[in-house]
């Protein structure tokens, strides 16, 4: 299994970016980029949401990738729970009435 780093580094390097463009795209400084490349620094939560932000990917996926969350959910639901607490509370809560209104149409049939 690889390290995070080493992950990070294929990331960026696979979308012809440097350092500083994914800091800049995943809101972090340069310099916290550069130590977790380099293996100074452990990365922690706020490089897990950078390289989220950045790359555009699910925050548990680049969790899972840094061994920091089990593999991912076996059933739709758990996939489902995890995708939900990723949204803000707000947009959360309308996806939540939008599928209670569509589980009432479903019993209605």
């Known amino acids: ?10 990331e960026i390097d696979k979308r012809g970016w440097s350092e500083a463009e ?5 809101k972090i400084t340069p310099q916290s980029v550069n130590q977790v490349i380099n293996d ?4 922690g939560m706020k490089m ?4 989220a932000r950045a790359f555009e ?11 920091e969350m089990p593999p991912r959910p076996s059933t739709p639901v758990e996939s489902w729970r995890e995708r ?3 949204l803000s ?9 939008t599928v209670e209104r569509i589980l009432r149409l479903a019993e209605w049939r």
């Open 22 to 26: 994914f800091a800049r795209r995943g």
């Open 40 to 43: 100074i620094n452990k990365p």
């Open 48 to 51: 897990f949401q950078a390289a």
């Open 89 to 97: 509370p707000e947009t959360r809560q309308d996806v939540i009435e």
């Open 57 to 67: 990917m699910p925050l548990a996926e680049v969790m899972r990738i840094a061994g």
């Open 1 to 10: 299994m690889q390290t995070f780093s080493v992950w990070l580094t294929e």
């Open 84 to 86: 939900l607490e990723e």
